[in-house]
């Protein structure tokens, strides 16, 4: 479990097909205090560690994984927002992430909003009812505040200001129309959605 809160920016130095994809991610964590087998959220993603060293730590991406998540992340040079999983004890600075993908959205349009910026981006078709004014999202595995929602020519855009302290660390401070972003929403709007499927039956 995570709280869409990012700690650090990781780089993938090497990324090698062994059946399914095994990144190496070079981080600032203290390496030391990560247990093998523990989860980090890569963008979003929880993954698990499977070898690490002084200032880097390797994950394997399945194919299903690939397969739902934005373009372009797994690869060699990509950087990726992190965070360790949450601790009992620690700050729920964000909202509750569990670090499963729902879909992915596209980022539409880019503008300068005082020190912001305000992004709008294509919301999937499957995911539009979970997605509301001043509710909670997860994009790239950062913790968002959704600003308005809207249809437009039959699609379901939304908004989302990234503040300077966000953009400055996470990866979401150089984003551009056209970039693909991993979307998780809010663990509370699935479970009433399927609580209110339930009773209409």
Not at 144 to 151: A, C, R, S
Request: hydrophobic share 40%; net charge negative; glycine share 10%.
């Amino acid at each position: 479990m995570f709280t869409g809160i990012v700690t650090d920016i990781g780089t993938v130095t090497k990324a090698e097909d062994k059946g399914d994809l095994r990144l190496t991610i070079r981080c600032g964590y203290d390496m030391a205090s990560v247990d093998m087998g523990a989860s980090i959220a890569c963008s979003g993603v929880c993954l698990t560690v499977v070898d690490k060293g002084d200032d880097w730590f390797a994950v394997d991406v399945s194919r299903e994984t690939r397969s739902r998540t934005a373009a372009g992340q797994w690869r060699e040079g990509a950087r990726l927002n992190l965070e360790r999983s949450l601790r009992l004890g620690d700050e729920l600075g964000g909202h509750i992430v569990t670090g499963h993908i729902d879909g992915v959205a596209d980022v539409l349009a880019v503008r300068e909003e005082g020190a912001s910026h305000r992004v709008e981006l294509k919301i999937p078709p499957k995911l539009a009812r979970f997605i509301a004014p001043k509710g909670s999202v997860a994009f790239d595995g950062v913790s968002l505040t959704v600003n308005d929602v809207h249809e437009s020519h039959g699609e379901t855009h939304a908004t989302v200001n990234i503040i300077p302290h966000t953009a400055q660390e996470t990866t979401l401070g150089n984003l551009e129309p056209g970039r693909q972003l991993n979307v998780e929403i809010d663990v509370l709007a699935r479970y009433i959605d399927r609580m209110m499927t339930t009773r209409s039956q």
